[in-house]
């Protein structure tokens, strides 16, 4: 029997055209009701649950708003203010949040249906998608997995209700670097947008850099002609490299927005629409967005209209910053901001909220002790603390940023909070050309300055806290965290999956993460925004965070089993636990002795070629780690069905990268003490096996690659590491 779609309103082109007619095929007849005044996004969740009920079932789906004929599974999409079918149960119908959502079974005339429904449409929505994963649909960061057997699919004996312990659930995206979002084109952003709406996050933020081609402006006369990604650095991939097949026959690593375009107007524009992209379709999808930026760094060519400005030196000197001749009133400087700020909003319109960072400026330190005046009275401190007892207080935490840096960010953040209450000051500055006032958010505002959060943020701002860079650190400092009257707040808090640090290696913080999650619920936190570079590693911290958002009782534990099971089959959930297991306490290790040990750039591994004269123990415990938690999955990848194997043998690549990294580093600080002893013989047998581990490395990324951030791993490691260790070794041999 064919089954036939009924016409449902057009929604968002590009989610219709992700959604296509599902084909006739061999399975059970489902009705699911929908009802024709339904809003749009309501229409859409029909349309995916019907091809979820097709993927785990081949099932035959009727989309229509009248209950069936025939008896069938029926699914009844909405609520009663959204679908009249819903009519008779109106007067039992819970009352849910904008978030809530369920999925009950109610009889509606002689029969039994299920009611998929929430308090707004979004919630709808999840709650469609809900179905899917009651029936074992698992949605990981790249694609959907299906089991090959489903939980028996069935209408009746549902009665679950959701609402949120944390309401905003925050993906950054884009930052820098190629192993990160940067590298990703559009056609990747939304592949990653839509599986995170099925995992229910509700907020997109896009962090950008000045340097980037995502923000145009003008100021004086002088217009933005910076247009970088990468920090301007360039990745060949042509040649004898390892790993080469994943580029194509590529000359450069690119981001394919941007491929071939050098022409500053171009690139802007692939930039524009990449950003409009990311934002339009994560608000078809429901979510709200943001823009993170830095109001106080600028691109070099502005430079002559800020005199006195200083240089911002990161991974290159790309941006100017106020200097010790700007106060934080200086009228030039709080033009150039509006420039920058209005150059985001006319851009993108549509944006929600706007991420303002306190960047630290050392020449901006001298105006501390006024701004800290002008704001203790501006926000009517009682009683006003000394900006020494904050500086103190700033110095001697124990978070990274301590002792001297951490006194360099008090005084830079006091300076910038002075600057940024003037700024918003302004009515119309955040206003968007579609008439919304768009929320400024406060971001990574210094810890010594929480306790005073209520009075400093202007009225309406929200704030994003930053505690340290990695899960494990910032779960140390939950006395610090309990200092934010965020209940007094619209606040959140950075939770970092992946920390750039860590860099190139496989990471896992799940545990850190819970414990983090109990202190936002605790102290009223609205919610979290994630902090990664690589997304392959991550599909357990995403769910976890998914599901522990909606229910407290979630564990690391039972998160891994609830993932696992369905996609893998309960034989693999010990092997995978060993798995993460391994790659939680690698990643401990690694933060404790040597932040920064695979950070992304020029010195990733010669560093360890041209320093140290011994080879760290703990670099040995922790490549046995990673050949434990490769073999473990190995295991778990047999013990695997074969739906699960997507899942369990990216896991075994990756830690057989990893593990070979190790035996990179190893070798080549061997090769590099050799060669400051002048013993040839051991420098070249050394470097040999650097380079031999190092290729076996890269060909297993290249095996599992399956984003650009899997293949810009490949391409920095080759750039920076394989093919200069090559050369040098071709050198020796002809010496």
């Known amino acids: 029997m064919t089954r036939r779609w009924l016409p449902l309103f057009a929604f968002g082109a590009g989610l219709c055209l992700a959604t296509p007619v599902l084909p006739a095929a061999e399975g059970p007849a489902v009705s699911i009701v929908i009802?024709?005044?339904?809003?749009?996004?309501e229409q859409f969740a029909a349309r995916e649950l019907a091809g979820l009920l097709e993927s785990l079932y081949k099932a035959q789906a009727t989309l229509g708003p009248q209950l069936p004929t025939q008896p069938e599974p029926t699914f009844v999409i909405g609520s009663p203010a959204t679908n009249r079918a819903l009519a008779a149960v109106a007067t039992t119908w819970p009352k849910l949040s904008d978030q809530g959502h369920l999925l009950r079974s109610v009889r509606l005339g002689d029969r039994?249906?299920?009611?998929?429904?929430?308090?707004?449409?979004?919630?709808?929505?999840?709650?469609?998608?809900?179905?899917?994963?009651?029936?074992?649909?698992?949605?990981?960061?790249?694609?959907?997995?299906?089991?090959?057997?489903?939980?028996?699919?069935?209408?009746?004996?549902?009665?679950?209700?959701?609402?949120?312990t944390l309401r905003l659930r925050t993906w950054r995206t884009v930052?820098?670097?190629?192993?990160?979002?940067?590298?990703?084109?559009?056609?990747?952003q939304k592949q990653m947008l839509r599986q995170l709406a099925k995992l229910k996050y509700n907020r997109i933020l896009v962090s950008i850099y000045p340097w980037q081609p995502f923000l145009h402006f003008e100021f004086k006369g002088v217009a933005k002609q910076t247009s970088l990604l990468w920090f301007g650095k360039t990745y060949r991939v042509d040649g004898d490299i390892a790993g080469r097949g994943v580029f194509k026959g590529a000359k450069v690593f690119e981001n394919p927005d941007f491929a071939g375009l050098t022409d500053y107007q171009a690139r802007r524009e692939a930039g524009e629409r990449l950003v409009g992209g990311i934002l339009d379709t994560a608000h078809e999808l429901g979510m709200t967005t943001g823009l993170l930026l830095s109001p106080l760094e600028f691109p070099r060519e502005f430079a002559p209209n800020l005199p006195g400005a200083e240089a911002v030196h990161q991974l290159a000197s790309l941006t100017i910053g106020p200097g010790a001749q700007q106060r934080p009133g200086d009228e030039t400087l709080q033009q150039l901001a509006k420039a920058q700020l209005r150059g985001a909003l006319d851009a993108?319109?549509?944006?929600?909220?706007?991420?303002?960072?306190?960047?630290?400026?050392?020449?901006?330190?001298?105006?501390?002790?006024?701004?800290?005046d002008r704001?203790?009275?501006?926000?009517?401190?009682?009683?006003?603390?000394?900006?020494?007892?904050?500086?103190?207080?700033?110095?001697?935490?124990?978070?990274?940023?301590?002792?001297?840096?951490?006194?360099a960010a008090l005084r830079g953040n006091v300076a910038a909070l002075d600057f940024l209450q003037t700024l918003l000051a302004d009515p119309a500055l955040l206003r968007s050309s579609r008439g919304h006032t768009v929320q400024?958010?406060?971001?990574?505002?210094?810890?010594?300055?929480?306790?005073?959060?209520?009075?400093?943020?202007?009225?309406?701002?929200?704030?994003?806290?930053?505690?340290?860079?990695?899960?494990?650190?910032?779960?140390?400092?939950?006395?610090?965290?309990r200092t934010l009257p965020a209940s007094q707040l619209d606040s959140s808090l950075i939770?970092?999956?992946?920390?750039?640090?860590?860099?190139?290696?496989?990471?896992?913080?799940?545990?850190?993460?819970?414990?983090?999650?109990?202190?936002?619920?605790?102290?009223?936190?609205?919610?979290?925004?994630?902090?990664?570079?690589?997304?392959?590693?991550?599909?357990?911290?995403?769910?976890?965070?998914?599901?522990?958002?909606?229910?407290?009782?979630?564990?690391?534990?039972?998160?891994?089993?609830?993932?696992?099971?369905?996609?893998?089959?309960?034989?693999?959930?010990?092997?995978?636990?060993?798995?993460?297991?391994?790659?939680?306490?690698?990643?401990?290790?690694?933060?404790?002795?040597?932040?920064?040990?695979?950070?992304?750039?020029?010195?990733?591994l010669r560093k360890h070629y041209e320093g140290g004269d011994s080879v760290p123990e703990w670099w040995g415990q922790v490549g046995q780690l990673y050949l434990r938690g490769m073999n473990e999955a190995y295991r778990a990848n047999q013990r695997s069905t074969l739906e699960g194997r997507t899942l369990t043998l990216y896991l075994a690549r990756r830690l057989d990268f990893a593990f070979n990294y190790m035996n990179c580093v190893e070798a080549l600080r061997k090769a590099?003490?050799?060669?400051?002893?002048?013993?040839?013989?051991?420098?070249?047998?050394?470097?040999?096996?650097?380079?031999?581990?190092?290729?076996?490395?890269?060909?297993?990324?290249?095996?599992?690659?399956?984003?650009?951030?899997?293949?810009?791993?490949?391409?920095?490691?080759?750039?920076?590491?394989?093919?200069?260790?090559?050369?040098?070794?071709?050198?020796?041999?002809?010496?």
């Open 35 to 41: 009802d024709p005044q339904a809003p749009p996004l």
């Open 112 to 164: 039994e249906v299920l009611a998929v429904g929430g308090g707004s449409p979004v919630a709808t929505l999840w709650a469609a998608y809900e179905v899917g994963h009651q029936l074992g649909a698992r949605y990981l960061l790249h694609g959907d997995v299906f089991p090959a057997e489903p939980s028996p699919l069935t209408t009746a004996n549902f009665d679950l209700i959701f609402e949120p």
């Open 175 to 188: 930052n820098d670097f190629p192993i990160g979002p940067e590298s990703w084109g559009l056609a990747e």
């Open 348 to 372: 993108y319109p549509q944006l929600d909220a706007l991420y303002l960072t306190l960047p630290e400026f050392p020449g901006w330190s001298t105006h501390a002790p006024e701004a800290w």
């Open 375 to 407: 704001l203790a009275t501006r926000s009517k401190l009682s009683p006003k603390p000394r900006l020494e007892e904050l500086v103190q207080a700033a110095r001697q935490r124990t978070v990274t940023v301590s002792g001297d840096r951490g006194e």
């Open 440 to 481: 400024p958010v406060l971001v990574s505002v210094d810890p010594a300055l929480f306790p005073l959060l209520p009075q400093l943020v202007p009225g309406g701002a929200g704030t994003l806290a930053f505690l340290d860079y990695t899960a494990r650190k910032s779960a140390a400092q939950r006395e610090l965290l």
């Open 495 to 604: 939770l970092t999956l992946a920390d750039d640090n860590v860099g190139v290696l496989p990471q896992s913080s799940v545990p850190a993460l819970h414990e983090q999650l109990g202190e936002l619920r605790a102290g009223g936190f609205a919610g979290f925004s994630t902090r990664y570079w690589m997304p392959g590693d991550l599909d357990y911290s995403a769910y976890y965070l998914s599901r522990a958002a909606f229910d407290a009782e979630v564990t690391p534990a039972t998160a891994l089993s609830g993932l696992v099971t369905p996609l893998c089959g309960a034989g693999a959930v010990d092997r995978l636990k060993l798995v993460f297991a391994s790659i939680e306490e690698a990643t401990a290790l690694i933060e404790q002795h040597d932040l920064g040990f695979a950070f992304p750039v020029a010195s990733i």
């Open 672 to 735: 590099g003490i050799a060669k400051r002893a002048g013993d040839a013989e051991t420098h070249a047998a050394q470097l040999q096996t650097a380079v031999e581990a190092l290729h076996d490395a890269l060909n297993a990324q290249a095996a599992v690659a399956r984003s650009n951030s899997d293949r810009g791993v490949i391409a920095v490691l080759n750039q920076y590491a394989y093919r200069p260790l090559k050369q040098e070794l071709e050198a020796l041999d002809q010496e």
